[in-house]
């Protein structure tokens, strides 16, 4: 299998336009690929949402690749400087919507899993690709569902490698060990709108947060530990008023976000963030949302493989790190002992000419073909 493998089907992916929660052909692709190499193919499709379960082997340890084939819109199409679904190579970068996010990934976990079978046909232990439709929509029909299907049955994954774009300025500097929790709450202030020249006849919820929405600033909710930052309260939205310069707004609708440690829980965030509410005496409707716990993975076997192969291929020493938003690994973690995530750079997914490094797409392949020796052979 030459390096170019890995190029020719992210090239093959990236034409497929498969904006979430589409798959178009992405997965027969691979589902063709992997059954040649003796793959056993189940799929999992919930509503709109295609998914697939693909095992190799029926023994541990068990080692899965994770992704998914969706992405996000292309944008204004006469913005880019080539077709975001027509890849195309200029100035040793490899452009299309996908390249980084994550169709370079895939391909890379398939031409990886080709080259290790064809070297090592009788291998111990399993592998196993877990490619959903649905991470950049809703998430509602991908990865947790297949997840409760393979907790229903009782299967669990020894090494959980997720290939989201981790690195910042090279493949391999940046290993993603963990994610924080996102918790969002959508707050609406009542109050009394009146006449702006007699407020002794209104209550201006404006006025009566204001307090709270100080205190709620200036609180500490956690340190952080040695893997996490401090977690962090940021208000996104905050709307009042009928836009007339006389009127005070008879309520106040705020919307906000904690990115959360695992020193933290969401039960009590909201506990907390209830009791100041109360002690200012306002009079309020929450609703809470809550879209990911935190997960780790401490500093173990699979972080040392990883640094290990990236170190061998790339020439790179590797940091774990927990930044960034959310990813699918927050569904995979409750069946999985040690989760990692480790992709293309970062810098330019979701923008308008995503881009991925010429050199980086064989080297992704060939660190995960180096991490699937050090693990199971």
Known sequence: MSETATLALTKQLI?????????KNC??????RLQKIGFEIEKLDFNDTQNIWARRGISA??????????????GPEEKWTSPPFEPTERDGKLYGRGAADMKTSIAAFVTACERFIALHPDHPGSIALLITSDEEGD?????????????????TIDYCIVGEPTAVNRLGDTIKNGRRGSLSGNLTVKGKQGHIAYPHLALNPVHTFAPALAELTATEWDGGNAYFPPTGFQI???????????VIPGSLNVKFNFRFSTESTDSGL????????????????????LSGQPFLTEAGELTKVAQAAIAQVCGVEAELSTSGGTSDGRFIKAIARELIELGPVNASIHQIDEHIDLAAVPELSAVYQEMMRRLLV
């Open 270 to 289: 909201k506990q907390r963030v209830h009791q100041i509410l109360d002690k200012h005496g306002l009079d309020y409707d929450l609703q809470w949302s």
């Open 15 to 23: 034409a497929e336009a498969s904006v979430t929660p589409e798959d």
């Open 27 to 32: 997965q027969a692709i691979l589902i063709e």
């Open 236 to 246: 996104s939205n905050i709307q009042g008023g009928t836009g007339a310069t006389n």
């Open 61 to 74: 340890p068990l080692l899965c690749f994770a992704g998914h084939t969706d992405v996000v819109p292309s």
């Open 139 to 155: 998430a509602h029909d991908g990865t947790t569902k297949v997840v409760d299907v393979l907790k229903a049955r009782g299967e």
